[in-house]
């Protein structure tokens, strides 16, 4: 069965950073892309990051570039979302979802989600 399970949110200032941890099992993560997006309270849930197979070509949101990056350990079946230079906006509770491509709109989302809450 495919799960992906998020973990590495919390309650930080602004300014701060998190790192976040998507663990997947149930596919080969070597060949699939994984997607960030959050959902604010009241909002719906939008697309934050897309994590290509390479390391080259990951795709971030405007309101994230430059402040967040993620990366991937394909062996350790996990991929990871840097968060620097938080901001208040940010507070949502994050999920991950695997596609096959970023850029597509094939994502799902599977784990629980993790909070993160940035106040001063």
């Known amino acids: 069965q495919v799960q992906l399970v998020e973990s590495g949110g919390g309650l930080v200032q602004p300014g701060s950073s998190l790192r976040l941890s998507c663990r997947v099992s149930?596919?080969?993560?070597?060949?699939?892309?994984i997607g960030w997006a959050h959902q604010a309270p009241g909002k719906e849930r939008e697309g934050v990051a897309c994590?290509?197979?390479?390391?080259?070509?990951?795709l971030y949101a405007d309101s994230v570039k430059g402040r967040f990056t993620g990366s991937r350990d394909n062996a350790k079946n996990t991929v990871y979302l840097q968060m620097n230079n938080l901001k208040p906006e940010d507070t949502a509770i994050y999920y991950c979802?695997?596609?096959?491509?970023?850029?597509?709109?094939?994502?799902?989302?599977w784990g629980q989600g993790t909070q993160v809450i940035v106040s001063a």
């Open positions: 994590i290509n197979t390479e390391d080259s070509g990951s």
């Open positions: 149930g596919f080969t993560l070597e060949y699939y892309v």
């Open positions: 979802a695997v596609g096959t491509a970023c850029g597509g709109g094939d994502f799902r989302s």
